[in-house]
């Protein structure tokens, strides 16, 4: 009786030390903004750098069949599988949460609009960072951006007019 008991009781613990070791991995991610889509794929850029050699800011294509994640939108990305070291690297998703943006006060376009309208102002930029999006009470957005592949990149602030939609002409 006594080795019964005794090997029903190793059968369990092994059964939950196996479980623990099949446990799926927590999944990795980042955060930023989708600052382009080509086809089934958007760059997702972390408007956070950090100072390596120079500043670095994490940037991913990343593959989506999600049809609802569009250019200007701030998403939570989480990757399935390995993500590719190129610059920007390349990885599939395996799900994209878009983060909501309150839209301001006395405002005609949302966060998400700004942006994508400043963007079409860097649109030959390779990887755009967008490091601010603040509604101006005039009547328009200034969101400032920075080319992320410049060695000294300096933040350029581009105005989006709040009635149009689009940059201002100056």
Partial sequence: MWKRFFAVLVALVLAVGLAGCAAEEEPFGMAGHVVKREGDRVLVVDPVGKQVERMFYNAVWVKTTDASIH??????????????TSYPGQGAARSIAVIPQEKPA???????????????GASDWNVPVVRGVKYVESGRWDVTLLEAMEDQGKDVTLRVSDAAGKLYED
Avoid: S
């Fill in 71 to 84: 250019v200007g939108q701030k998403v939570q990305v989480y990757f399935d599988g390995p993500i590719l």
């Fill in 106 to 120: 006395g405002a005609r376009l949302t966060p998400e609009q700004a942006v994508a309208a400043a963007l079409v």
